[in-house]
């Protein structure tokens, strides 16, 4: 069985309510074959990370970068993840309330560096999340959890 690993820092409602879209979606019963871990982004251990076959990162923008917490979890296994993890897919989903130009770009970084492949584009919701944004995160979910299921 695949693992898809959600790493997730949701210090807001409007992060929870992303979070729950983009489980909800990699969680649909058409999915089979992918489990699904769920994992706040302070407490993801290396050995999490390595274990996942895909992931779906989630973080608030805060002053224009990626949470602390999410910082810390790559911080924490990069080196261990660099050669280990290349070509597994991934998706992000980013809330903010101004820009989050610069969360993209160390999202962008991040993953480059490890190698990985984006399995869909990022969804970006700038304050409270409307329907459609939360379709969006949804979607993200299930293509990412669909793509592992393929493989």
């Known amino acids: ?5 959600i790493v997730h820092h949701t210090p ?5 309510e992303m979070f729950e879209a983009v489980l909800s979606g990699a969680t649909d019963p058409e999915i089979d074959g992918v489990e699904v ?12 990370m390595l274990e996942a076959d895909g992931y779906l990162l989630g973080t608030p923008a805060n002053l224009g970068y990626i949470s602390g917490a999410l910082k810390h979890a790559f911080d924490q ?13 991934f998706g992000v989903y980013l809330h903010g309330n101004e820009g ?4 993209e770009r160390a999202i ?14 990022t969804v970006v919701v700038m304050g409270k999340p409307a329907r ?20």
């Open 1 to 5: 069985m695949k693992r898809l690993l």
């Open 12 to 16: 807001s409602p409007h992060c929870h």
């Open 37 to 48: 871990v769920r994992r706040p982004a302070l407490t993801v251990s290396p050995a999490e």
């Open 77 to 89: 296994a990069y080196y261990q993840l660099l050669d280990a993890t290349r070509g597994r897919p």
């Open 100 to 103: 989050t130009e610069g969360a």
């Open 108 to 121: 962008d970084g991040i993953t480059a560096g490890l190698g990985w492949v984006k399995a869909a584009e």
């Open 132 to 151: 459609a944004d939360l379709e969006a995160c949804w979607n993200l979910g299930a293509t990412v959890a669909a793509q592992l299921m393929e493989e």
